[in-house]
């Protein structure tokens, strides 16, 4: 056996290594994202382990961000970087610990299947031809990158563009919550098949505005929950900034230039084996007709999409007591609007499990996909 290795010197790799003296008992610490105390991402490679059985332990699993997200939890693991499954996982209450016998030089480890950033600058490339698309750069990042907004619709039809519906899709303001973005790949992929009579019928109807990826640093620095400057975005929306959350101030800002009538909001629970949404009932701003569209909204996908259900979630908050700095009660308060915050899990919708890979990023495209079935029955009733 060559010597062992431990590399993180990639897209949103993360980890704190130990010891590697004993291949079965690789000793390694879940690092806080960069500025702030959150941690629970964990993205790494083993190299030199070709064919010898390893055991890894995350011995402060217990101090992350949320413990009982490794309750049922089994990690991800991939040779190749393209097709990632789960292994079988122990967590004491203290230390999270995997293993399995890697089948090549080197081998990967994830919380959740990474979605990279040059997949994400792929995903925009891909959009550059198609002629319902346009891209607008909103501004840098705190580290640089461009925060892009994909702007999707059929101009080519006789509905005036301030007549159609504006449906607003942001994902990943947690970077490490990466089934956002693959959700978000998969409702664009989808809107944009010529062949597909809902996503032809939205695009007539509506003006699509895609924010696939709110935090393209803190997904770069494998943070869990964080940006560049440890702000947690989904706690902005009140008072954005440049100096401290420009990503949430630049898409904001476009928000009350261009307005919403829906506002879809993704992210990754490390609790819930299952997908949810949660919507906007504690808000002083809410009413009966936003009720029955949130009702609508949710029979529409409960009808339609075997993977999402409404039983369990994070239930519902009294009338008045919503925390306005996030996202979908910010949008849904001074919109007016249906804004809803969608669930994912990081472990397997526990209602329809797939031993070999639990959740992934597949099966959150094809929910991004199936989104558009409840946006289309609640389409005519959004104002
Ligand atoms: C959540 S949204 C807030 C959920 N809390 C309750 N109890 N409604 C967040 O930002 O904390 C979204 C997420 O991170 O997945
Ligand atoms: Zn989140």
Request: charged share 20%.
């Amino acid at each position: 056996m060559t010597q062992l290795h431990i590399s993180t010197e990639f897209d949103s790799g993360a980890i704190e290594v130990l010891s590697l003296a004993d291949p079965q008992d690789i000793q390694l610490h879940i690092r806080r994202d960069n500025a702030s105390d959150f941690a629970q991402w964990f993205h790494f490679s083993l190299q030199g382990a070709c064919g010898v059985p390893v055991r890894l332990r995350l011995l402060n699993a217990g101090q992350s961000a949320y413990p009982k997200g490794w309750e049922g939890y089994r990690a991800v693991a991939s040779h190749d970087r393209q097709h990632w499954f789960r292994i079988d996982t122990e967590f004491d209450g203290q230390v999270l610990s995997f293993g399995l016998t890697p089948e090549s030089q080197c081998v990967y480890f994830a919380y959740f299947e990474p979605y990279s950033y040059e997949r994400h600058l792929d995903l925009l490339a891909s959009l550059t031809g198609c002629r319902h698309v346009t891209q607008e750069r909103l501004g840098s990042t705190l580290d640089g990158r461009d925060m892009t907004l994909l702007v999707l619709t059929d101009a080519h039809n006789a509905m005036p563009l301030a007549q159609k519906k504006k449906v607003w899709l942001i994902a990943r303001q947690h970077p490490g919550e990466a089934m956002a973005e693959w959700f978000a790949e998969g409702c664009l992929q989808r809107l944009l098949d010529g062949a597909d009579p809902v996503a032809r019928v939205l695009l007539t109807q509506c003006v699509f505005y895609v924010v696939p990826n709110m935090n393209p640093d803190g997904a770069v620095r494998g943070n869990l929950r964080t940006n560049a400057a440890g702000a947690n975005l989904n706690r902005e929306w009140a008072t954005p900034s440049l100096e401290s959350s420009p990503e949430v101030f630049l898409v904001r800002q476009k928000m009350l230039q261009l307005g919403v009538d829906l506002c879809l909001d993704a992210h990754g629970d490390e609790g819930l084996p299952y997908n949810f949404v949660a919507g906007c009932e504690g808000n002083p701003g809410y009413t009966p007709r936003l009720e029955a569209l949130e009702n609508s909204f949710k029979s529409a996908w409960l009808a339609t999409c075997p993977d999402f259900q409404s039983t369990h979630g994070y239930g519902r908050t009294p009338a008045g007591e919503s925390n306005l700095t996030l996202a979908t009660k910010w949008v849904g308060q001074h919109f007016d609007c249906l804004s809803f915050t969608i669930e994912m899990p990081f472990k397997d919708n526990a209602d329809l499990p797939d031993l070999r890979v639990g959740w992934n990023g597949e099966r959150s495209k094809k929910l991004g996909a199936s989104v558009l079935l409840p946006i289309l029955a609640v389409l005519n009733r959004l104002r």
